[in-house]
């Protein structure tokens, strides 16, 4: 059974940074073709990916937020880290996590965390 | 970047109703595409990827087709449970640039 769970702060203030900590069972980011992604929402808007992170550390990023990002991963402790720089009011957001599908050729996400807001303000 | 447009941005059906949901992108991306269903509260649920592949566990309802720059999600048969906003999502680029549409909400 595949579960993800993101954690961190839910204010941060406009300059500052972001960190995210995606958890996640069921699966091994050691195993070949498996990938974790970052997606956000801001409140009432659509989804945009943000970065994704594969099992051999290869690392892809959202093109205009690219100077922002970073995505590491942690295969002893099953965790995805995404921090994001000089956070703005605009970055308010629902962030998720999720488990990328591993059917070759795809890229897109079968399972996925609950989110957590995360609201930018000072 | 290739954009997906997706229309309309509300469908009003009826229980039992068929709905029909497009999405169109800005240049071909193949069958590279996928569907996902969001409710209220909820993060995305996956229903159809390579454009008409279901999902583990998604009723056969819910049907994908399409290739290049135009597809069609097509429910037969409206649920309670299906109204939900719907997005699609390009997977073409590489290195991967993955973009959503805007969704479509079904509403009762």
């Known amino acids: 059974q595949i579960t993800l769970k993101e954690s961190g702060p839910t204010l941060v203030k406009p300059t500052q940074t972001l960190t995210l900590t995606c958890t996640f069972s069921g699966f091994s980011l050691s195993t070949s073709g498996v990938g974790v992604g970052w997606i956000r929402q801001p409140p009432g808007k659509a989804l945009e990916w943000l970065a994704v992170i594969y099992w051999n550390d290869s690392k892809y990023y959202r093109t205009s937020l690219r100077s922002r990002l970073s995505i590491t991963m942690d295969t002893s402790t099953n965790q995805v880290v995404l921090t994001m720089t000089n956070m703005d009011p605009v970055d308010t957001a629902t962030y998720y996590c999720a488990h990328r599908l591993v059917v070759t050729g795809t890229r897109c996400f079968d399972f996925w965390g609950q989110g957590t807001l995360v609201t930018v303000s000072s | 970047e290739i954009v997906m447009t997706q229309s309309p941005a509300v469908l009003s059906v009826s229980p039992g109703e068929r709905a029909t949901l497009s999405c169109r992108a800005s240049?071909?991306?193949?069958?590279?595409l996928a569907w996902y269903q969001q409710k209220p509260g909820q993060a995305p649920r996956l229903l159809i990827y390579?454009?008409?592949t279901r999902a583990t566990g998604i009723p056969a309802r819910f049907s994908g087709s399409g290739s290049g720059t135009e597809f069609t999600l097509t429910i037969s048969s409206l649920q309670s449970e299906d109204f939900a906003v719907y997005y699609c999502?390009?997977?073409?680029?590489?290195?991967?640039?993955?973009?959503f549409g805007g969704g479509t909400k079904v509403e009762i």
């Open positions: 390579a454009a008409s």
């Open positions: 240049q071909s991306v193949s069958s590279n």
């Open positions: 999502q390009q997977y073409n680029d590489w290195p991967p640039a993955l973009t």
